[in-house]
């Protein structure tokens, strides 16, 4: 790696003076990130630097010196490592709904994906890191970017906003009044947390799809909102992702030796308990928020688990899976 671009990690790893590092620490900190070069270079390279750049400092210790930052950097540098990470995130932004946000960043992901280039000249990134999933995923619906905007806009200005709303179903959109509260990126969609005009105090939040705003503007209109507004609390991830209980409860499954393995390797929430069945099979153990999630998911393990508890949640797996087996019971009708 040339001294240009070691310079540019060294910029970024070096602290401000309360965190001051010594020649050692901060050469082992580059080898973390890949970057190869002796101690001597490394010594080298940050009296370089210092010469280049006044607010980097040194002071001498009893074993060599110590360096920091005084300010904060004024040109912008990421440790390759970073700029791999960086690239990743907004690949995977952009496959899971977020296409409009990451082209928003455009400059950034360009120069993430310069700097791995110029690491490696002879290396296609795009070869050697990509977003996926084992699961198939649904195209993201259409969002009209100035609603996206116009909600942003009154989330960061608390203003509340008049929107044009086409329900499911519905033939016509209506006209509503609404103070949005916050959003929420699930799977291929936006969702608006808000309480429309009206709101009483400790009437529900309503979780709204952004693909079925038509048009939405502020308005300077004081509307009732709940306060100290938390979009991870109970009482709005209730309408985000259909949560069904107030608190975890026990969920008790008893599972294959696959579904075992895995969930050893990825476990269901932390906490989980497993324990060894006399049949080679597995009890696991966990408390976690009942919700349409959790059901989406134990039906597409199919016969790698079964639920034992709760039996409430036992009784609505079944039942689909029973109305599920039923189509196929039917001859498959053949068209001429």
């Known amino acids: 790696m040339s001294m240009r671009k070691r310079g540019e990690v060294l910029l970024k790893l070096l602290p401000v003076r309360s965190q001051a590092m010594d020649t050692a620490t901060i050469w082992e900190r580059l080898k973390a990130q890949g970057v190869t070069a002796s101690l001597r270079t490394v010594q080298r390279d940050l009296d370089r630097l210092a010469e280049d750049y006044p607010h980097i400092q040194k002071e001498r210790t009893a074993n060599g010196y110590r360096w920091w930052a005084d300010r904060a950097l004024s040109r912008l540098s990421l440790l390759p490592a970073d700029a791999m990470n960086l690239t990743m995130i907004l690949d995977h932004a952009a496959r899971f709904g977020m296409q409009a946000q990451v082209e928003k960043l455009a400059l ?135 949560l069904q209980s107030d608190r975890p409860v026990e969920l008790v499954l008893l599972l294959g030796k696959d579904m075992y393995q895995r969930l050893v390797e990825n476990p269901l929430v932390e906490g989980q308990r497993l324990q060894p069945e006399a049949d080679g099979r597995w009890l696991l153990a966990a408390h976690l928020h009942l919700s349409q999630g959790l059901k989406l998911w134990l039906l597409s393990q199919g016969d790698t688990l079964e639920v034992i508890r709760p039996m409430q949640l036992r009784d609505e797996i079944a039942a689909t899976a029973a109305r599920m087996a039923a189509l196929y019971e039917v001859p498959q009708k053949t068209t001429a």
């Open 108 to 242: 950034l992901r360009d120069y993430a994906r310069a700097l791995l280039k110029d690491t490696h000249p002879s290396a296609d990134w795009t070869k050697k890191i990509s977003s996926t999933t084992r699961f198939v995923m649904l195209r993201p619906s259409r969002i009209d970017p100035e609603v996206l905007r116009t909600l942003q806009h009154a989330l960061l200005d608390d203003f509340a906003v008049e929107a044009s709303y086409l329900k499911r179903g519905a033939q016509e959109p209506r006209t509503y009044r609404l103070k949005p509260l916050g959003l929420s990126f699930q799977d291929s969609n936006i969702y608006l947390s808000c309480v429309f005009e009206g709101y009483r105090p400790g009437a529900p939040v309503r979780a709204l799809p952004l693909h079925r705003f038509v048009s939405a503007r502020t308005i300077v209109d004081v509307l009732g909102a709940p306060e100290d507004f938390d979009i991870n609390a109970v009482s709005a991830r209730r309408s985000l992702v259909d």
